[in-house]
Antibody, heavy 117, light 106 residues
Framework: EVQLVESGGGLVQPGASLKLSCVASGFTFSDYWMSWVRQTPGKTMEWIGDIKYDGSYTNYAPSLKNRFTISRDNAKSTLYLQMSNVRSEDTATYYC??????????WGQGASVTVSS | DTVLTQSPALAVSLGQRVTISCRASKSVSTYMHWYQQKSGQQPKLLIYSASNLESGVPSRFSGSGSGTDFTLTIDPVEADDIANYYCQQSNELPLTFGSGTKLEIK
């Protein structure tokens, strides 16, 4: 069974940094592109970016490219999202997804991030 | 960016047929996918590439369309189908989602 489990969410102050992790199991992690998607409290879904199966290439939503960094460790079957200089509008649930030619065919349960002082 | 427009909500009677629409601001060919999100859960893939049913998804779900106009059809609607439905395009980056359609029971 494909499983994606996010961790690292919580309450963070504006301007701080936060790193989310996503541990994958049930499939060969190193064979797949992976993505991060976030959902705001108002239910808007936003693609953050993705990373190639070997970690050699990344794509980002232009509005987030300068503050968010996606990486992976295939030996640990783990995907990461480094968030810097967070703002109140970054408050959302962050989902790790398996990405198959643009189709997100598996999703984690999500990690909640609240940015507030 | 490709903007995807969905109706905010639809009300349907159990056992009836419902179509949920998604309109793209530019052609996405058939690179359109549909997800179901039940309350408190993560999204789940239903349909990929406009009309292909994901494995394990009931056959009462179907998708159609190409270019800019797409539909997700549920026939017949069951109580378990109460959820938000999102379309998503992968024709170009950035990948974008529709705002979602909330399916309600009359």
């Amino acid at each position: 069974e494909v499983q994606l489990v996010e961790s690292g969410g919580g309450l963070v102050q504006p301007g701080a940094s936060l790193k989310l992790s996503c541990v994958a199991s049930g499939f060969t992690f190193s064979d797949y592109w992976m993505s991060w998607v976030r959902q705001t409290p108002g239910k808007t879904m936003e693609w953050i970016g993705d990373i190639k199966y070997d970690g050699s290439y990344t794509n980002y939503a232009p509005s987030l490219k300068n503050r968010f960094t996606i990486s992976r460790d295939n030996a640990k079957s783990t995907l990461y999202l480094q968030m810097s200089n967070v703002r109140s509008e970054d408050t959302a649930t962050y989902y790790c997804t398996r990405h198959n030619y643009g189709v997100m065919d598996a999703w984690g349960q999500g990690a909640s991030v609240t940015v507030s002082s | 960016d490709t903007v995807l427009t969905q109706s905010p909500a639809l009300a349907v009677s159990l056992g009836q047929r419902v179509t949920i629409s998604c309109r793209a601001s530019k052609s996405v060919s058939t690179y359109m996918h549909w997800y179901q999100q039940k309350s408190g859960q993560q999204p789940k893939l239903l349909i990929y590439s406009a009309s292909n049913l994901e494995s394990g998804v009931p056959s009462r779900f179907s998708g159609s369309g190409s270019g800019t106009d797409f539909t997700l059809t549920i026939d017949p609607v069951e109580a378990d189908d109460i959820a938000n439905y999102y379309c998503q395009q992968s024709n170009e980056l950035p990948l974008t989602f529709g705002s979602g359609t909330k399916l309600e029971i009359k």
